[in-house]
Structure formats: C-alpha cells, structure tokens
C-alpha cells in the first residue's frame, strides 16, 4: 500500500535525496520517494508495517534535516 506524507519546512534537494536512501533501506520498504519540489514522501509498504516504518522514517528525518515536521493529516 502507498501512503503519502507531507513535508514542512524541507528545504534542501540534497537532503531530501538523503532521506529518500535511507528510508528506501528501511525493512519492509518496497519503495521510497521524497520531493523536494512537491514537500511530499511517498511510502510503498505491507499495510501492518507502516506504522512501525513510518516511525523509523521519522527518526532519519530528524538526523538529517531536525527542523522538518512529518505531517501525517
């Protein structure tokens, strides 16, 4: 299943480009993309995993880019 989330406050192509590598290795990730252009991720994933990869993918965001907030509606 694809869920989509919002980015706010991602301002950096490089680092949305890191983002999208690192969640994209997370287990049970089939596939991972991040938008610099859009403020969008974009999770495909087994439905009953999502919450568990949602949280690793927050933990990454923060490392990487600590000012940008994972808005999940």
Do not use: W
């Amino acid at each position: 299943m694809k869920k989509v989330y919002k980015l706010q406050d991602l301002d950096c192509a490089n680092c949305a480009a890191k983002i999208e590598d690192a969640i994209g290795k997370i287990a049970g990730v089939e596939k991972a993309s991040v938008s610099f252009l859009s403020q969008k991720m974009t999770i495909e994933a087994q439905d009953f995993d999502h919450e568990r990869i949602l949280e690793e993918a927050k933990k990454i965001i923060k490392k990487l880019e600590p000012e940008v907030v994972v808005l999940t509606k």
